[in-house]
């Protein structure tokens, strides 16, 4: 017996060691309840038939009571109750014993006298859980309550609440609903900064797409444009159009899929945000799509570097921008594979994945880890070739023209007509996705995060100014139109 008894002790320090390596990251502490009854089985636990993967529980010491105050207890596993597909959960405002008022929940100084609903009447139907804990925003903020103005609650726990026609949705863990004893209603309270910020971010969001719909014609009249006049199909005008393609289709789908995203009716449950199948194909579309517009924008600074290096790589135009699709369509397909096979693969954790066809965003995972990985590590080395494509290139270009300006204007290559215009598309190049880099440095909160993800967002209109508002191609353009 005794020997039975040691090896039940042996078993669960075994079973706690085993679940000491995971830890509680995707829940807060007052969002878990206790299943240490449950079984560890294959990196994941399992209790009560739901299934609790990596980072939905952990071996912990404490708990939040009903008050909301952390207490110290012996080590126990707890899984995140509101964070799995099984159950939902929904915060109450306010304890029993206190009544909400306009801004916070107040004692209550004597009994009511009347008979409205109270919060023991309050039924939750089909897979949700009812939080007891009284309701806090983050840093002591306020809430408000907003009565019977929400639309309905998701399966993801978040609320959607209509505001000036438009319909808000405000994520689970900034809200909470209560009664109204008196009326016998429903109640919602939401966090003051959420509530303002959620809906400014809500139509910030719809504008960033418009403005990506918006650069669109531009990225059309500038392909189109060099289509037709012979002396702009050089080598880096065919280049250019190469760039805008990548960037027309990569935007045309990018802000569609961001103005479809916050229709009412897709955030009211009238019908899908997205169809499952679209967002996924067009979410691999524009990362092709992008990474193809990065490396065409990379061969296009190399192409005006090695002609004022007078590096040769082939002496036939044509000959050379063949080696430049190669690099361009080769690197971008070879990383759009590889992402792909990462998302399809089962050895590779969700965090790391690009998660392009679960997230739900129709482009890589909100992580900023991910989107480092995938997307702004591969700009950063490419913005950092280009720089120095630049400053070599300027260099060169001030020292010539220190010796003479006439050597320069006979030796200059004619796909490059004039040096000016290569440093200002140079300066546009690198400002336009250094802008990318720094949006992702910004917290997305941050309305600096809009102001430099909107000048990312209008090439379009910069490229057509930069490109096709200089004299050269004016006068191109005009001479193209008279001999129509």
Request: with cysteine; aromatic share 14%.
């Amino acid at each position: 017996m005794t020997k039975f008894f040691i090896l039940i002790i042996l078993l669960n320090i075994t079973h706690f060691r085993r679940i000491s390596a995971h830890n509680l990251t995707q829940c807060s502490l007052s969002d878990t309840q206790n299943i240490t009854s449950g079984q560890f089985d294959s990196g994941n636990y399992h209790h009560d038939r739901i299934l609790y993967p990596h980072g939905y529980f952990g071996l912990v010491k404490s708990y939040i009571n009903e008050n909301g105050s952390e207490i110290t207890s012996e080590s126990h596993i707890r899984g995140c109750s509101c964070m799995n597909s099984t159950l939902k959960c929904i915060r109450r405002c306010c304890l029993d014993e206190s009544l909400i008022d306009s801004e916070n929940c107040v004692d209550r100084f004597d009994k009511p006298t009347f008979h409205g609903i109270t919060k023991n009447e309050i039924r939750i139907q089909g897979n949700y859980k009812l939080i007891d804990h009284e309701f806090t925003c983050a840093g002591k903020e306020k809430f408000y309550i907003v009565s019977n103005e929400f639309v309905k609650i998701g399966e993801d726990q978040t609320i959607y609440i209509n505001n000036k026609g438009s319909v808000v949705e405000i994520n689970y863990a900034h809200y909470c609903i209560d009664v109204n004893e008196t009326e016998r209603t429903l109640l919602v309270g939401v966090c003051h900064k959420s509530y303002d910020f959620i809906y400014n971010k809500f139509l910030r969001f719809r504008f960033l797409g418009i403005e990506m719909l918006v650069s669109v014609p531009f990225f059309l009249v500038t392909m189109i444009v060099h289509a037709v006049i012979p002396e702009l199909r050089n080598v880096h005008g065919m280049s250019l159009m190469s760039y805008v393609g990548g960037l027309t289709v990569a935007y045309l789908f990018m802000g569609t899929n961001k103005i479809l995203g916050t229709r009412n009716a897709c955030l009211t449950g009238a019908e899908p945000c997205y169809n499952l199948n679209f967002c996924t194909v067009s979410g691999y579309i524009i990362y092709f799509s992008i990474m193809l517009s990065f490396f065409w924008l990379n061969a296009m600074c190399f192409d005006i570097f090695s002609t004022f290096r007078h590096i040769r790589i082939s002496k036939a135009p044509k000959k050379k921008f063949l080696y430049y699709c190669i690099y361009a369509w080769g690197m971008a397909s070879l990383l759009t594979i590889i992402t792909i096979s990462i998302d399809a693969s089962n050895s590779i954790s969700d965090d790391y994945k690009p998660g392009m066809y679960y997230t739900g965003n129709c482009f890589l995972s909100a992580k900023k880890i991910v989107q480092f990985i995938y997307l702004h590590m591969i700009l950063l080395v490419l913005i950092s070739l280009n720089t120095t494509f630049f400053v070599i290139t300027a260099i060169k270009i001030n020292r010539v023209r220190s010796e003479t300006d006439k050597s320069f204007a006979k030796n200059n290559n004619s796909s490059h007509s004039n040096p000016n215009h290569n440093k200002d598309r140079f300066i546009l190049y690198l400002l336009n996705w250094s802008m990318e880099l720094i949006s992702w440095m910004i917290d997305g909160d941050s309305a600096w995060f809009y102001v430099t993800d909107s000048i990312n967002m209008l090439q379009g209109p910069l490229i057509f100014i930069f490109v096709l508002c200089t004299k050269h191609s004016r006068s191109l353009i005009i001479k193209r139109f008279k001999t129509v």
